[in-house]
């Protein structure tokens, strides 16, 4: 049976009682607006863990200035039924003033140097308030072990680094992006394509494979992997490239030379007004 609990006190409680029977706790946060992607998280959760918690909590610190929270999809009848044919035993709803007591005057939490780059440069103050609502949630939940989807690497960077610095005990597991059957990766904000977007959209999937073959058969100059990259994503009619990168996998850092580098791509594009995110691992 999945329960829908609304505050923290509850939430604690019923927690408190499963991890004194000693239970390993698994944890998938979300935004809502859940698709097949988050249910490979909670699916994979399910198998990994006794007791699985989600929460749905559209995040206001995590919008930057020119973006909507009001129009962020909520769809939460849809969004628990998916819970329920997972099998997730708790879902945590909570109110914006349950999470944010002190209104905007919260404590925030910065990981520097990796903020400002990538999604950060584009959407300043996201990850201080991602890295924000993600410890106040851990801090509720006290989870074993984290799902973040690979989809957003740049997010999942910041959260595997603020777990490390803040020595939280928490073990954060990846897991690797689903995609549509023609490579698009799945994200809430597909939706918003129209069916000629919709079909140009892979697009960024193809990028990075050609630049992956391309590595694999060895080309070792980032600069000529982000010309691939970037070649590819513009050759798609009404694609405009935010950026297209070639980093180290912890650090975040643009690489030149990939030998012996853990090497990720990543890149950002807009199809209209939707703005689209993948990535792909360069070397194993
Ligand atoms: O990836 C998301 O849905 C959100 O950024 C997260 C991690 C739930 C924090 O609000």
Not at 170 to 190: F, K, M, Q, Y
Request: proline share 6%; aromatic share 6%.
């Amino acid at each position: 049976m999945t329960i829908l609990v609304e505050t923290i006190e509850e939430t604690r409680r019923r927690i408190a009682s499963v991890r004194a029977g000693g239970r390993i706790v698994g944890f998938v946060p979300t935004m809502g607006a859940l698709h097949a992607g988050h249910s490979a998280l909670m699916e994979r959760c399910r198998a990994e863990s006794d007791f699985v918690v989600a929460s749905i909590f559209v995040n206001p610190t995590q919008f930057a200035p020119g973006e909507d929270l009001d129009r962020y999809p909520r769809t939460l009848e849809l969004d628990l039924d998916r819970c329920r044919n997972v099998g997730v035993d708790l879902v945590f709803y909570p109110s914006i003033p349950e999470i944010y007591p002190n209104g905007s005057d919260s404590t925030l939490v910065e990981t520097p140097g990796l903020t400002r780059i990538l999604e950060g440069a584009a959407r300043p103050g996201h990850f201080r308030g991602v890295a924000t609502v993600v410890l106040k949630l851990f801090n509720i939940v006290q989870p074993d072990i984290a799902y973040f989807g690979q989809k957003d690497f740049q997010q999942l960077t910041v959260i595997r680094r603020m777990t490390t610095d803040l020595l939280l005990p928490i073990e954060i597991r990846p897991h690797p992006t689903v995609r549509e059957p023609d490579g698009l990766a799945l994200s809430s904000r597909n939706r918003y394509l129209s069916a000629r977007e919709r079909s140009t959209a892979p697009i960024l999937h193809r990028a990075l494979t050609r630049a992956r073959d391309a590595v694999v058969a060895g080309l070792a100059n980032g600069d000529r992997v982000r010309q691939i990259l970037r070649e590819t994503l513009e050759s798609g009619t009404g694609v405009v490239v935010d950026y297209a990168e070639v980093v180290d996998d912890r650090t975040l850092e643009p690489l030149t030379e990939l030998t012996g580098r853990r090497a990720i791509a990543l890149v950002a594009a807009r199809l209209g007004s939707t703005r689209l995110l993948d990535n792909l691992y360069l070397s194993e």
